[in-house]
């Protein structure tokens, strides 16, 4: 997949319309749906940077479908958690922590 398609792909897994990205990454819409509406339509750097910070993922992701945090595109359920766990306080990703540590403790006997 291209960036047309990994972009297209985010903004419906974040039920996220053009407009709300365009308000987030300060990049006109007309512009976002360009890239969305032509096949090699790629943004420049800084552009795509914007773009990837207001989705928070990384530019590689969005131009290759491929993210290095996510080993696999497939787990889903790791790239929610971690969308999650962005918006905890330090004292809420402690307990998760904890919590998580525990839970593999209980579940490797």
């Known amino acids: 997949m291209g960036f047309k398609e990994n972009l297209k792909s985010e903004l419906q897994y974040r039920d996220m319309t053009v407009k709300e990205l365009a308000s987030l990454s300060g990049v006109k819409k ?13 943004p ?12 928070q993922v990384s530019v590689e992701y969005l131009v290759t479908g491929h993210d290095p945090l996510f080993p696999s595109n ?5 790239k929610t958690l971690a969308n999650i766990c962005r918006d905890f306080n330090d004292e809420q990703k402690q307990l998760l922590l904890e919590l998580s540590k ?8």
């Open 102 to 109: 525990t839970i593999k403790k209980i579940t490797s006997k």
């Open 44 to 55: 420049s750097v800084d552009v795509a940077v914007k773009i990837a910070k207001a989705l």
């Open 30 to 42: 007309q512009t976002l749906d360009n890239y969305l509406s032509t096949h090699n339509s790629t």
């Open 74 to 78: 497939s787990d889903t359920q790791l």
